[in-house]
């Protein structure tokens, strides 16, 4: 089992930044692949960031590419997503998620066996 617990949300104005952290606990994520996805209202949860199975490489949706970056401290088994830029359309009940199988489709939701509780971003225009 791997408890999850989300922090760092906030309401921000559009072209703030923010950093969202993922604080795991149980076992050592360092075996999991871990990624963020979001949720608006009234929405699908959708993909956000993650890891590959090395670690060496990251993958974005393309709303995101080159504002957001994930990233992982391993010695305090958390990691993060730096949001720069912020868009109103940004705006969201972010969670964090651990796929512990690395399967190969890191972007469905379905394939991530642990969740956080989410922590809501609010991006004012």
């Known amino acids: 089992q791997v408890q999850l617990v989300e922090s760092g949300g906030g309401l921000v104005q559009a072209g703030d930044s923010l950093r969202l952290s993922c604080a795991a606990s149980g076992r050592t994520f360092s075996t999991f692949r871990m990624g963020w996805f979001r949720q608006a209202p009234g929405k699908e949860r959708e993909f956000v960031a993650a890891?590959?199975?090395?670690?060496?490489?990251?993958y974005y949706v393309d709303s995101v590419k080159g504002r957001f970056t994930i990233s992982t401290d391993n010695a305090k088994n958390t990691v993060y997503l730096q949001m720069t830029s912020l868009k109103p359309e940004d705006t969201a009940v972010y969670y964090c998620?651990?796929?512990?199988?690395?399967?190969?489709?890191?972007?469905?939701?379905?394939?991530?066996?642990?969740w956080g509780q989410g922590t809501q971003v609010t991006v004012s225009s």
């Open positions: 890891f590959s199975r090395s670690g060496s490489s990251t």
């Open positions: 998620a651990a796929d512990e199988y690395y399967r190969a489709r890191y972007y469905l939701r379905d394939n991530y066996d642990y």
